[in-house]
T-cell receptor, first 113, second 116 residues
């Protein structure tokens, strides 16, 4: 099945640094979602994007829906140790929940205190 | 608001045995999903229900996997017989509506299945 290309696969940063990760696809998506998953837990929704060019923030997190509709970016500012986890992008091609939500393979973030 | 409930949290079975997982979505959520997450990968959709009807089961291995959502609320996913490659975390998720901006999926904690 279709997979989104998420990069980087992993990041190791110092506390206080900013982080950027992105997700690309060869197909157009109408919805982009960003999730965080802690060990032994299910993914938790961070940000949802519904319009091309949309820029949305949630605290220190900012995500953008690419103009081409084929990519999305997530930025984390001033990272802290609890930001550690796996970040997944997910995209939906059509409008409405009757279209499948496809996930990337994730970016593993490690923050060194 | 209570989240998505799943049980059991962990299950270890031998290959060729059967196993069933249960999910209770967030109250009022019309859409329910079952995902399979193999270690080191993102979740992969197995089946999606809209109320009690199947919307997408294109990636469900139907020779061994089955799922039902009889009353449009809770759901069960069954594997019979299990294979070693079925070892994974099985995640249930639900979303509130059908309109474009009401489709965020909320996940349960998952069931970690180990097939030995």
């Amino acid at each position: 099945g279709q997979q989104l290309n998420q990069s980087p696969q992993s990041m190791f940063i110092q506390e206080g640094e900013d982080v950027s990760m992105n997700c690309t696809s060869s197909s157009i998506f109408n919805t982009w979602l960003w999730y965080k998953q802690d060990p032994g837990e299910g993914p938790v929704l961070l940000i949802a994007l519904y319009k091309a060019g949309e820029l949305t923030s949630n605290g220190r997190l900012t995500a953008q829906f690419g103009i081409t509709r084929k990519d999305s970016f997530l930025n984390i500012s001033a990272s802290i140790p609890s930001d550690v986890g796996i970040y997944f992008c997910a995209g939906r091609k059509g409008g409405g929940s009757n279209y499948k939500l496809t996930f990337g393979k994730g970016t593993l973030l490690t923050v060194n205190p | 608001e209570a989240g998505v409930a799943q049980s059991p949290r962990y299950k270890i079975i031998e290959k060729r045995q059967s196993v069933a997982f249960w999910c209770n979505p967030i109250s009022g959520h019309a859409t329910l999903y079952w995902y399979q997450q193999i270690l080191g990968q993102g979740p992969k959709l197995l089946i999606q229900f809209q109320n009690n009807g199947v919307v997408d089961d294109s990636q469900l291995p139907k020779d061994r996997f089955s799922a039902e959502r009889l009353k449009g609320v809770d759901s069960t996913l069954k594997i019979q017989p299990a294979k070693l490659e079925d070892s994974a975390v099985y995640l249930c998720a639900s979303s509130p509506g059908t309109s474009r901006m009401n489709t965020e999926a909320f996940f349960g904690q998952g069931t970690r299945l180990t097939v030995v």
